[in-house]
């Protein structure tokens, strides 16, 4: 790896130490079905999401519901205290597609029809809204 490359590396991985984040990869969904849950809680208080996220009907909501309280716990363990009523926000929160597994259907005729079992990666953003402030 070349200096310049290493340092961005370096940069970006300093910018992370401040932030407070979890991921969750490789989930078996398609990412525009994950895309619809996400959006409902996106800009969102933490408590109040967490409330959307019980009750909604769509299944990913589930793990959306699982990784937001990971990024709670992160941001509880980074600062040393717990977190308080309506003072975290879902600053940012992100689908990217994962791998897509191909498989092969039987079709009429001798053919074969393709399907795509798609996955996805979500990455969520928690912070406090004080910190949005300034």
Known sequence: MG???RLAAEKRKEALKTQYFAKLKGVPSSPRKMRYVVDMIRGMEVNRALAVLRFSKKHAAQDVEKLLRSAVANWEAKNDRKAEDNELVVSRVFVDE???LKRMRPA????????RKRSNHVTLFVDSKNDEKE
């Open 3 to 5: 200096a310049r490359k």
């Open 108 to 115: 009429p005729q001798g053919r074969g029809y393709r399907i």
């Open 98 to 100: 994962g791998t897509t």
